[in-house]
C-alpha cells in the first residue's frame, strides 16, 4: 500500500487564501486552528506555518495568544489595486512590445496553448499556472528588471482575487481570447495596443471579481439564515 500523502503548509497556504478571497470568512473572524487541521487532516504544525504565509501576505494577522484573524481588504481597497496592477502590466506590455525576442514570443505561445489545453480538459488550477506563466513572461520580456520586479509583487497580493474571478461563468474563455488579442499586438510590435488590451485584460478581473464578491456574500448571508 502507498503512503498517503499529506497536505504541505504552502498547499494549506494556498487552499486558504482561496477561501478567503472567496469570502468563506468573514473580515476580523478567527481562524479556528483546530477545526482547520481537521479539515485539511494535517497537524497543527503545518497550518501553523500556512497562517504564518498568510499573515505575510497580509491576509491573516496573527496576533500573541489570542490566535490568526482574517485581514481581506475592503472592496474600495481592491479596486484601487487592482486599478495599480493594470497600469503596471499596460506598461509591461507596451515596453515588450518594442523589445520582446523571438524566443520570448515563442515561450508566450506556448504559454497561451498551455491554458488553451488546461481549459479543454478543465483543469482550474493549471490554467491560473500557464496563466501566471503568460504574464510572469511580459514582464520579464519589457526589459525593465525593476518594474518586473514591482509588477510581480502587486501580482502575488492578488493572486488569490485574481484566481477567484477565473471561477466566474465564461470568464476562462474570454481570458484566453484576450491572451490570444495580447500576443497578437506583441508579435506585430503594436505598443498602443498591447498597453491597451493589457489593461483592459486586468480592469475586467476587477469587474468580475467584484460582481463575484457580491455573490459570496449573498451566498453566505442565505447560509447564515438556512
Known sequence: MGT???????????????????GRFSQGERLDEVSLAREFGVSRTPLREALRLLAASGLVELIHNRGAFVRQPDFVRLVEMFEVMAELEAWCARLAAARITAAQLMLLRRAADGCERAFATGDFRKYYDENAVFHG???????NSFLAEETRAMQRRLRPFRQAQLSAADRLRASMQEHRDILNALEAGDTAAAERLMRSHIQVQAAVYGELRGEFAMRTLEQASA
Open 4 to 22: 498517503v500523502k499529506l497536505p504541505t503548509a504552502e498547499h494549506i497556504f494556498e487552499q486558504l487564501e482561496g477561501l478567503i478571497a472567496e
Open 137 to 143: 513572461l511580459i514582464y520579464d520580456a519589457s526589459g
